[in-house]
């Protein structure tokens, strides 16, 4: 089992930009697909991004290509999403989250899962 922890988030304005950062323990994530989700108040947890093992291969949901980026760092054990040009809509708890198949929007293939980190986008 890996041990996902997110940080990086926090209040924001429009147009502003944030890191956030999942660190994990317990096993090396360097065999897994890595992935970031949101959830907003009162809807379902949707995807964001996922990126392969080894960084070759990465995935967005349409609407947040070009603003989002994952990347990580394997010998750190480490997942990034670089956030910019933020839109109030953006804001939702984001959760890292680990899995040992392929590269996949399909919550239900992760695994793993942090406990979320909350990002807010004022007007």
């Known amino acids: 089992q890996v041990q996902l922890v997110e940080s990086g988030g926090g209040l924001v304005q429009a147009g502003d930009s944030l890191r956030l950062s999942c660190v994990t323990s317990g096993r090396t994530i360097s065999g897994y697909v890595m992935g970031w989700f949101r959830q907003a108040p009162g809807k379902e947890r949707t995807f964001v991004a996922a990126i392969s093992s080894s960084s070759i291969m990465t995935k967005y949901a349409d609407s947040l290509k070009g603003r989002f980026t994952i990347s990580r760092d394997n010998t750190k054990n480490t997942v990034y999403l670089q956030m910019n040009s933020l839109k109030p809509e953006d804001t939702a708890v984001y959760y890292c989250?680990?899995?040992?198949?392929?590269?996949?929007?399909?919550?239900?293939?992760?695994?793993?899962w942090g406990q979320g980190t909350q990002v807010t986008v004022s007007s």
């Open positions: 989250a680990a899995s040992r198949v392929v590269i996949t929007a399909d919550p239900l293939r992760y695994d793993d």
